[in-house]
């Protein structure tokens, strides 16, 4: 098993495949060329990032110490549907310690009868963020906090070298050069790569984790790429790091400014920032100018300006290559979704692993559900942009009349009416996610239920005025995010 790049994406896969398989089980190589090195962003988790940790058996206290991580409670979003607005897409649930879908439909009857409530003071991740605390949910059992979920803000490079010691411990062998041919069988199928310094790394199976460069895939297999740019127009993205200024926020903020919107990612040791935008309406220097107006503390790199394309390949795996990270497609980073495309990606894989003979019904099946969470995610980022009220700008004018991908208007028209979603076998973003966005995004369901008619709605708002209380009382005991990481978990400096 060849693996092609070592960015987070190639070193994911070799650390995977090195905890799956006993030392000398599969030979597994994974070739990288330190002259090109990896793309550096992406630092920005989502909860499922931790169940990677858990199943490599990975000490998270320790992995978070190295990778000088801290905790992520959700996004805040800024400006979003009109300037001025904010609204808070937490992870967990939100359900003022009743039966969710009780409580959100007590909740929407609140608002139909004139009470304004608002939702996310019943969330403890939302509270928490808000007051800038955090504490563990598993280490907090019957609290009100123990349904909050979290994630991690990581710096990306120093993930990469993490899992590329964990990998190299179990027998991955890692192999330095820049590939410069891909050597082909006569089916066509990859046989192997010959490097720059005259090295040749064969293999039966490879993973292609070469970045945007996607060599195996798109430069040999010819692979064709399913354009969204029609649907999220943001092209490019310049990146800036800099010093902590204050205290480490406990969530991810992502700021609308005119032509597409900066993100704030704060690590133990410094802040990543980008805008992402679209060349169409804006150029390089003036996004620069943006960028660098919307950070707080002093510059600790150049502001690099990095060109995407949004889409997916029409095939990630095809014969016996799969593309995997960049390589396999990209959707902006509004979600944080990118590395867990990864992980998703591997574990999809690793259901359907290969012997010598590959089956095309694994692969067909395999490309079907990738590309089911690939659009999945499509749909919940451009809701996130369709449903603006904000028209100052040409970019936001396009966005609030676009034309929307047939599955999303149909969520859209469904959760108008009760403010259900469409169930999905194994969906990444659950009910309370999309509440919360179309909340922020001032989309509200027409009715609730007649399933909470009988329920007494005077003892249901006497619950929630003691809830939203006590939910603040007991977060406001916690200790600050940088008080919880500096005792629990300061960063190790190698
Ligand atoms: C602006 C931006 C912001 C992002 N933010 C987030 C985020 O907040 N959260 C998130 O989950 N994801 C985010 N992502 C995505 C995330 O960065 C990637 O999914 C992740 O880093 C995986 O990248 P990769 O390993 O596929 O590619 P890369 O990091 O580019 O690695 C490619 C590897 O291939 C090697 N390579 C390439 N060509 C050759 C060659 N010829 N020979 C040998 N080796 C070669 C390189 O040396 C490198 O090791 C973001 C992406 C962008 C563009």
């Keep these: 098993m060849v693996v092609v790049g070592g960015g987070t994406a ?39 990032f931790l169940e990677l940790l858990k199943n490599l058996k990975i000490d998270e206290r320790d992995f978070i110490q190295k990778t000088q991580a801290s905790f992520k409670l959700g996004i805040e979003f800024v400006d979003w549907h009109t300037k ?6 937490p992870f967990g649930h939100i359900t003022a310690g009743m039966d969710e879908y009780m409580f959100y439909n007590l909740w929407i ?25 955090f504490f563990l949910p598993q280490s907090a059992q019957n609290t009100p906090i123990a349904e909050s979920r ?7 490079k120093l993930v990469a070298q993490y899992l590329r010691e964990y990998a190299e411990a179990r027998g991955v062998i890692r192999t330095e050069g820049r590939v410069e041919r891909v050597e082909q069988n006569d089916d066509g199928s990859i046989a192997g790569v010959k490097l720059q310094n005259g090295t040749q790394v064969a293999g039966d199976f490879f993973i292609d984790c070469t970045g945007f460069h996607a060599l195996l895939t798109e430069k040999t297999l010819h692979v064709d790429f ?43 040791s410094r802040t990543g920032n980008g805008y992402v935008y679209a060349s169409e309406y804006c150029s390089d220097e003036e996004a620069r100018k943006t960028l660098l107006n919307a950070v707080d503390g002093e510059l600790l790199t150049e502001p690099r300006v990095i060109p995407y394309r949004t889409g997916v390949r029409q095939q990630i795996w095809t014969q016996n290559c799969l593309a995997l ?10 979600e944080s979704t990118a590395i867990h ?19 095309s019904a694994f692969i067909d099946e395999y490309n079907r559900r990738m590309t089911v969470d690939y659009e999945e995610i499509r749909d919940f980022i451009v809701l996130h942009y369709c449903l603006t009220d904000r028209e100052d700008t040409e970019f936001w004018r396009w966005c609030k009349n676009m034309e929307l991908p047939e599955s999303l208007s149909r969520i859209i028209d469904y959760f108008k009416v009760q403010g259900n979603v469409p169930e999905v076998l194994d969906p990444l973003f659950h009910p309370v996610s999309w509440r919360s966005v ?24 006497q619950h929630f005025d003691k809830y939203k209380i006590m939910l603040e009382e007991f977060i406001q005991k916690l200790p600050s995010c940088s008080e919880f990481v500096s005792k629990n978990c300061p960063a190790k400096v190698s």
């Design 109 to 133: 009857k609140s608002y139909l009868n004139g009470e304004h409530y608002a939702i996310q003071d019943f969330c403890a991740s939302s509270v928490m963020a808000r007051h800038n605390k």
């Design 150 to 156: 979290y994630a991690l803000h990581l710096d990306a």
């Design 84 to 89: 001025g607005e904010r609204y808070f897409h």
């Design 226 to 268: 399913v354009d969204w740019t029609h649907y999220l127009p943001c092209d490019r993205a310049v990146v800036v790091q800099t010093k902590n200024a204050g205290e480490i926020l406990p969530y991810t903020r992502a700021t609308a400014q005119d032509f597409g919107w900066s993100w704030r990612i704060p690590l133990q």
């Design 341 to 359: 495309l990864v992980v998703r990606g591997m574990v999809h894989f690793m259901r359907h692993f290969p012997d010598r003979e590959i089956s």
């Design 10 to 48: 190639g070193w994911i896969a070799a650390a995977v495949l090195a905890n799956e398989f006993a030392e000398g089980e599969l030979v597994i190589e994974l070739v990288e060329s330190e002259e090109i090195g990896t793309i550096g962003v992406g630092e920005s988790t989502i909860p499922p």
């Design 325 to 334: 990270g960049l390589a396999s497609g990209f959707i902006e980073p509004l």
């Design 438 to 461: 179309c909340e922020g995004m001032a989309v509200r369901p027409r009715k609730y239920s007649a399933l909470i008619e009988s329920t007494n709605y005077d003892e249901a708002k």
